[in-house]
């Protein structure tokens, strides 16, 4: 399967423990993105890459959060000093770029569901 | 900022019945329009994915339609299955230069449950 892949798939922590999660997009897309998901809600968009450059933070981030994508591949999600309100969906989605056939359609991975205790 | 509504929240049909489920936006200057499927404590699929210039995508039994002057979007659902039961969201990225950064506001769902 050459979709979007995330892991952990789920992980349980309790409040103050630092998480990370990782992200592997699809091999050609050089952008990549984080999305956070609470019950009943849609998506809200928290980080854009394009390449290794992050070029645009959600308000939502705040500054427990940091995004990394170093060689422009796979990106990683850190959450430090974590809290219950943290508890969520982290969903991580790629793209081409917004020229071609197909443009800026996004692909999801399955998500990675963090629970805090 | 760009505002995305669905309606219905949520929907309940027998099998074998054609459906339309709604999404409305507030910002009309989108890059494109696309319609993910989401079933419980799953990542998101993508179904279709309409860009600017046009004005409807098919795939399947599916049929989406794009009205950027009224803000409106619809995805028809023809000859529903009970393994269409999931929540479809819609979501637009707004346009910058000419561009987009793929920044999708969405919508909270809709709730699909056919039953057999």
């Known amino acids: 399967d050459t979709g979007v892949s995330q892991n952990p798939r789920h992980k349980i922590t309790k409040r103050g423990q630092n998480v990370t999660f990782r992200c592997d997009p699809i091999s050609e897309h050089n952008r990549l993105y984080w999305y956070r998901q609470t019950l009943g809600q849609g998506p809200e968009f928290l980080t854009y890459?394009?390449?290794?450059?992050?070029?645009?933070k959600s308000r939502l981030l705040s500054d427990r959060f940091s995004a990394e994508r170093p060689k422009g591949s796979f990106s990683t999600l850190e959450i430090q000093r974590t809290e219950q309100g943290d508890s969520a969906m982290y969903l991580c989605a790629s793209s081409l770029g917004p020229t071609g056939q197909g443009a800026g359609e996004l692909f999801f991975g399955e998500g990675s569901r963090l629970t805090v205790l | 900022k760009q505002e995305v509504t669905q309606i219905p929240a949520a929907l309940s049909v027998p099998e074998g019945e054609n459906l339309v489920l709604n999404c409305s936006f507030t910002?009309?200057?989108?890059?494109?329009l696309q319609w993910f499927r989401q079933d419980p404590g799953k990542g998101l699929t993508s179904l279709l994915l309409i860009q600017s210039s046009q004005r409807e995508q098919t795939s399947g039994r599916l049929n989406a339609s794009l009205d950027k002057s009224s803000g409106r979007s619809t995805l028809y659902i023809a000859a529903s299955q009970p393994g269409d039961s999931a929540t479809y969201l819609c979501?637009?990225?707004?346009?910058?230069?000419?561009?987009?950064?793929?920044?999708?506001?969405f919508g909270q769902g809709t709730i699909l449950t056919v039953h057999p």
């Open positions: 910002d009309s200057a989108i890059y494109n």
């Open positions: 979501a637009a990225p707004l346009l910058f230069g000419g561009t987009s950064y793929g920044k999708l506001t």
């Open positions: 890459f394009q390449n290794e450059a992050q070029l645009e």
